[in-house]
């Protein structure tokens, strides 16, 4: 479980042009959660690009400037996070959200 976090922290110290992040607060005991979650805000703050993998909608929609929603492998309904989040296309995007921005 930490593992994960410290990896997060090794691979930061490296200063790559792009993270990809993969889940990455799935396995995490729920202290290091918010912990994981402000580091990657901070990156965003700092211009850092970012790719994240996530089911933490509300962290994507404050952090993100662009948004994905895939579904099955395909992309259902992309753009910026105010239009994907507040006014979202897609009848199965519209249930998922319904489901996790309570």
Do not use: C, W
């Amino acid at each position: 479980k930490e593992a994960s976090y410290f990896t997060t922290h090794n691979a930061l110290a490296m200063e790559p042009d792009v993270l990809l992040f993969d889940e990455p607060t799935s396995a995490l005991d729920p202290e290091l959660v918010g912990e994981v979650l402000r580091i990657m805000q901070q990156l965003a703050e700092e211009g850092k690009t970012m790719v994240v993998v996530t089911h933490e909608m509300g962290f994507a929609r404050h952090v993100s400037s662009h948004v994905i929603f895939l579904h099955q492998g395909k992309i259902e309904e992309e753009g910026d996070p105010e239009q994907v989040f507040g006014n979202p296309q897609s009848p199965r995007l519209q249930q998922f959200l319904k489901g996790s921005l309570k």
